[in-house]
């Protein structure tokens, strides 16, 4: 199991930006590939941004191409995600997982993190 702990949400304007980080510990977790999901209030959470650990191979969900970006920091052992030219649509309760694969969907990725609210007003 790997236990993930996300920070870095807040409030901003549209075209503003924020750095999401995720901080994963736990055993063999340098082997798991890394997702950023959202969920906003009466939706399903949905795809954001995936990689493996050493950033080789990202996946981002079209709605964000372009404008985030996921990399990782092996020496901390964190997950970033930048987040640019943000939307209202954007406002949502990120969340950080980990899998065995990289993958756009849920099921893969058997730990999560607890969120952290992104609210960007217009």
């Known amino acids: 199991q790997v236990q993930l702990v996300e920070s870095g949400g807040g409030l901003v304007q549209a075209g503003g930006s924020l750095r999401l980080s995720c901080v994963a510990s736990g055993r063999t977790f340098r082997t798991y590939g890394m997702g950023w999901f959202r969920q906003a209030p009466g939706k399903e959470r949905e795809f954001v941004a995936a990689s493996n650990w050493s950033g080789t191979t990202t996946l981002y969900a079209d709605s964000v191409k372009g404008r985030f970006t996921i990399t990782t920091d092996n020496a901390k052992n964190t997950v970033y995600l930048q987040m640019n030219s943000l939307r209202p649509e954007d406002t949502a309760v990120y969340y950080c997982?980990?899998?065995?694969?990289?993958?756009?969907?849920?099921?893969?990725?058997?730990?999560w993190g607890q969120g952290t609210q992104v609210t960007v007003s217009s």
């Open positions: 997982a980990a899998g065995p694969l990289i993958s756009p969907l849920r099921g893969p990725y058997d730990s």
